[in-house]
T-cell receptor, first 112, second 116 residues
Framework: KNQVEQSPQSLIILEGKNCTLQCNYTVSPFSNLRWYKQDTGRGPVSLTIMTFSENTKSNGRYTATLDADTKQSSLHITASQLSDSASYIC???????????FGRGTSLIVHP | GAVVSQHPSWVICKSGTSVKIECRSLDFQATTMFWYRQFPKQSLMLMATSNEGSKATYEQGVEKDKFLINHASLTLSTLTVTSAHPEDSSFYIC????????????FGSGTRLTVV
């Protein structure tokens, strides 16, 4: 069964600090992995898309890594801002399917 | 970039009435759209896959007569919650695929449904 596990479930940090969110998956065959940011009461917004051959991808202060061998990904947020407070969802697509497997998300709260 | 518009963003209705939610791809054509449901602090749960010009494919446990999906054009899919009950109160989100080489999977902004 395809599964995506995220950790931690929730995280509280101070503004300006860095943090790293984790995603482990067992989706097979693997196609691509995406990180989304979901603000409360809004739809998810794409941050990064990574395919099998990509190890690192950045989008501003967001940097995603992918280790396809260990089936792990991380999302690193640098110099956090209050607007980074949101749920971050790891989404994995398997080959040949447009229906992804979602993680439960990490709820990030950035305090001033 | 690919934009998916969802309307309304929130709606309150009385028990027993029906509510229609629209999902539009604004700058691309989407032969396939998806409808999700999300409870507080939970992951998105796929309800159905909406295919242009054909019947939707519902996930196990989702009542097709309760959640009517129509995908009449390449840019519009609608979800109608029929005879709504308080337990139907939830956050509904649509998504659409941009079928390029590295296809985009774009979500709408969501609809908060409250049934009173």
């Amino acid at each position: 069964k395809n599964q995506v596990e995220q950790s931690p479930q929730s995280l509280i940090i101070l503004e300006g600090k860095n943090c790293t969110l984790q995603c482990n998956y067992t989706v097979s065959p693997f196609s691509n992995l995406r990180w989304y940011k979901q603000d409360t009461g809004r739809g998810p917004v794409s941050l990064t898309i990574m395919t099998f051959s990509e190890n690192t991808k950045s989008n501003g202060r967001y940097t995603a890594t992918l280790d396809a061998d260990t089936k792990q990904s991380s999302l690193h947020i640098t110099a956090s801002q209050l607007s980074d407070s949101a749920s971050y969802i790891c989404v994995v697509f398997s080959g040949g399917s447009y229906i992804p497997t979602f993680g439960r998300g990490t709820s990030l709260i950035v305090h001033p | 970039g690919a934009v998916v518009s969802q309307h309304p963003s929130w709606v309150i209705c009385k028990s027993g009435t029906s509510v229609k939610i629209e999902c539009r791809s604004l700058d691309f054509q989407a032969t396939t759209m998806f409808w999700y449901r999300q409870f507080p602090k939970q992951s998105l749960m796929l309800m159905a896959t909406s295919n242009e010009g054909s019947k939707a494919t519902y996930e196990q446990g989702v009542e097709k007569d309760k959640f009517l999906i129509n995908h009449a054009s390449l840019t519009l899919s609608t979800l109608t919650v029929t005879s709504a009950h308080p337990e139907d109160s939830s956050f509904y989100i649509c998504s659409a695929i941009l079928e390029t080489a590295n296809y985009g999977y774009t979500f709408g902004s969501g609809t908060r449904l409250t049934v009173v």
